[in-house]
T-cell receptor
């Protein structure tokens, strides 16, 4: 079946502009995660959603970052007033549930470049 | 705070060799440990997931072991092939996945 999809695959934006990144999880997966992968920082957790519960935002690096998940499916990560240090690959993952029993399946990522 | 370390950072081997990638974690209170493969410019592909109650998992030429008490996991790749060339990441799950920095593997013909 279809895997996790993300759009756009690449995004170049000017410093100070807002960007929106989209994630379509695997159908039926209740948990959705956002990660960021940047040079020198490795892969870091940003936020996750589980069903209708309040999201865990503990990994968001600043209040310029926000995310929402509509209807328990598609998620959008928004970065306001982008900075050059926001340049990274943003990865989305989904799983059947939240917790240690479930594998996370990753999308191909969105490469964000802030000029 | 959970920290995950992978050794070596890079590895280059001739085709056919058996090899071991190492992963260590500081907090043994994990629910599972997951191994991923990442090809250049691509997302992550899940290889193996070991639950905290398990000692190992096998998939084809891959075998992953977990020793929670010592905070270690190893990924064993048998009879390596050039197609195995990629970056291998381990991640420990407590309330979220914490990733290691990866081992970049190159298998040459």
């Amino acid at each position: 079946g279809a895997g996790v999809s993300q759009s756009p695959s690449n995004k170049v934006t000017e410093k100070g502009k807002d960007v929106e990144l989209r994630c379509d999880p695997i159908s039926g997966h209740t948990a959705l995660y956002w990660y960021r992968q940047s040079l020198g920082q490795g892969l870091e957790f940003l936020i996750y959603f589980q069903g209708n519960s309040a999201p865990d935002k503990s990994g968001l690096p600043s209040d310029r970052f926000s995310a929402e998940r509509t209807g328990g499916s598609v998620s959008t990560l928004t970065i306001q007033r982008t900075q050059q240090e926001d340049s990274a690959v943003y990865l989305c993952a989904s799983s059947e549930g939240q917790g240690g029993l479930y594998e996370q399946y990753f999308g191909p990522g969105t490469r964000l470049t802030v000029t | 705070k959970q920290e995950v370390t992978q050794i070596p950072a890079a590895l280059s081997v001739p085709e056919g060799e058996n090899l071991v990638l190492n992963c260590s974690f500081t907090d043994s209170a994990i629910y599972n440990l997951q191994w991923f493969r990442q090809d250049p410019g691509k997302g992550l592909t899940s290889l193996l997931l070991i639950q905290s109650s398990q000692r190992e998992q096998t998939s084809g030429r891959l075998n992953a072991s977990l020793d929670k008490s010592s905070g270690r996991s190893t990924l064993y790749i048998a009879a390596s092939q050039p197609g195995d060339s990629a970056t291998y990441l381990c991640a420990a799950y407590t309330d979220k996945l914490i990733f290691g920095t990866g081992t970049r593997l190159q298998v040459f013909p």
